[in-house]
């Protein structure tokens, strides 16, 4: 005989009996079917966007490949140049070769400059250039002159677009625990957009430096928060097979920025065609994507909660999962609390009745720091977000400066990340969810420091450690995301991915740095990464493993881990 509402009102009810919230959350998303059409759908959408995040975000590898250029001489006539010589191979023939910025002064003889030879004096390259943009290959080098003097604005420019990142998730960190998973993502979508559209037809480098300052920060209201609004919307057992595909597919967008560079080789042609499809996503997005009901549980919104996980059971052809009972009782325990809390409040300040004002408290990540265990848990997963960041983006960016083929090094690089996506998951599986972090933590640091003694007349074995460096990195930087998200509580989880993704973004603005310390030894910046690596494996050990568990709620859930 089939169950009545009431019937499963009571049922639900004794099941749910002295459980937690996270507990009665995953039960009820166990209800609507913890993997059904509606998961697939909304895993269908992120992946997609996924791969398209990592086309964009990646293109700043190569819209500032390096392009050849000549420099003028001092009062430089075009009409003086002999007549059987290209303008292009005359200022090729007078830029100095060892020396790209600096050019010969040259002499007359009869009516032509004379082609110079090694003993004639040379000069700075300060009376312009010209680039030697040939079938359509242009970088922000050539579009604003970013080269001798001015050398140093080629990477400002993606320090600035790091910075952007680095401010964008503390903020929408916050404002996605406040207002919501959805509203965040779309204003996060509009800034973004805005700020490629803008840059693309950037008049001069001071405006492309700030657009992109403002791109990295619309962009880290993206894709952080629909991966959160994903696992916060599956039961434990998804959470960890997700975190991995998503990821691959982020490295495969990476993957298809290589042939997009090498098929767009205008820098703003491969801006707008890896950025396009960001208007498609925004469109579907607003129709389509919905509202985590983790987060409004949290928020004490239950009618829109079970408005939503019908929603869900409905698409997973579950009919009506009658929970509200259930979340009217977490409303009523809800405000009782608060009642409790302001007859407390009205008691201690007699004095003041009348006068008192209910005030909602408000989350943020300070209240990781506010325990000794929540503190060291916080400051472990930060730590790592850091130290991945420094291994993961120092060895990418770099790896169009490696001798061979720039594109062929590059796609070495990102293709690793496929089976590093693969062996993660395995593991993960199979090893549980703190032990395999540290093994590719540690695994990442080794390879650091062994790179100290490769024989440098070897140019492959030096990529082969950075491809399996990359890999380790990739796995890890998997890892600790997924452990992020597993052990912050719902009521701060964005603030607080968003806040390691901050530590993050002082990683890769810090790589370059360290490599800094190659005037007191060429073997020690990678020891250093090495060290770091290690260390911060060795760290996760003091992690609780998350394998099984549901997400935490609240500070209190995780107190208890």
Not at 159 to 166: E, I, Q, T
Not at 235 to 255: C, D, Q, S
Request: net charge neutral; hydrophobic share 45%; with cysteine.
């Amino acid at each position: 005989m089939e169950n009545t509402p009431k019937d499963l009102t009571e049922e639900l009810s004794h099941e749910f009996e002295d459980l937690s919230d996270s507990h009665i959350t995953e039960e009820i998303l166990k209800k609507c079917c913890g993997y059904g059409p509606f998961q697939k759908k909304l895993t269908l959408f992120v992946l997609i966007y996924a791969i398209f995040d990592g086309l964009s975000i990646l293109t700043l590898v190569f819209i500032r490949e390096p392009i050849a250029f000549g420099c003028y001489p001092t009062n430089f006539n075009k009409s003086l140049i002999p007549p059987n010589i290209a303008l292009d191979e005359f200022l090729d023939n007078i830029t100095v070769e060892e020396d790209k910025c600096s050019v010969y002064d040259l002499d007359i003889e009869g009516s032509f400059y004379a082609l110079p030879t090694s003993n004639m004096t040379k000069g700075p390259c300060s009376n312009g250039r010209k680039f030697y943009t040939k079938f359509g290959l242009s970088s922000i080098m050539s579009e604003f002159d970013l080269v001798c003097e001015r050398e140093w604005m080629n990477n400002f420019a993606i320090s600035a677009m790091f910075g952007g990142v680095l401010v964008g998730c503390s903020v929408f960190g916050l404002v996605s625990d406040k207002f919501g998973r959805f509203k965040t993502f779309l204003i996060g979508e509009i800034v973004f957009m805005c700020a490629l559209l803008i840059r693309i037809h950037s008049p001069n480098y001071a405006v492309f430096a700030i657009m992109y300052f403002m791109e990295g920060f619309g962009e880290a209201g993206t894709y952080p928060i629909i991966y959160t609004l994903l696992l916060e919307c599956v039961t434990k057992n998804y959470r960890m097979p997700l975190n991995f595909v998503i990821h691959g597919f982020f490295a495969l967008g990476e993957m298809l920025v290589s042939g997009m560079a090498y098929v767009f080789r205008e820098w703003k042609d491969l801006l707008f065609v890896t950025g396009f499809p960001h208007i498609l996503l925004f469109i579907i997005a607003l129709i389509y994507l919905p509202e985590s009901p983790r987060w409004q549980l949290n928020k004490g919104r239950f009618e829109e909660a079970e408005k939503t996980f019908n929603k869900i059971a409905r698409t997973n052809k579950r009919g009506t999962v009658n929970t509200g009972h259930i979340l009217h009782e977490l409303q009523r325990e809800s405000e009782s609390k608060i009642t409790f809390n302001v007859e407390v409040m009205e008691n201690i300040n007699v004095e003041k009745k009348g006068k008192l004002k209910l005030k909602k408290k408000s989350h943020t990540a300070i209240g990781l720091l506010k325990k000794p265990r929540r503190a060291i848990i916080s400051a472990i997963i930060w730590f790592n977000w850091f130290v991945n960041s420094i291994i993961y983006y120092g060895v990418t960016l770099n790896s169009v400066d490696m001798s061979g083929n720039q594109y062929i090094n590059y796609l070495m690089m990102v293709v690793i990340e496929i089976p590093a996506s693969i062996i993660g998951y395995l593991t993960f599986r199979w090893f549980g969810h703190r032990t395999p972090i540290v093994f590719f933590m540690v695994f990442g640091g080794i390879n650091c420091i062994v790179s100290n003694f490769v024989p440098k007349a070897n140019s492959w074995f030096p990529l082969i450690l950075a491809v399996l460096g990359k890999m380790g990195a990739t796995a890890s930087f998997g890892g600790i995301y997924l452990a992020s998200t597993e052990v912050f509580p719902t009521v701060v989880r964005n603030s607080g991915v968003g806040t390691s993704s901050s530590f993050a973004r002082l990683g890769s603005l810090t790589a370059p740095l360290i490599l800094e310390l190659t005037v007191f030894g060429s073997w020690l910046p990678l020891t250093v990464y090495g060290v770091l690596g290690i260390l911060g494996g060795l760290l996760i050990f003091l992690l609780p493993d998350m394998k099984d568990t549901c997400l935490p709620q609240t500070f209190e859930d995780m107190d208890n881990l």
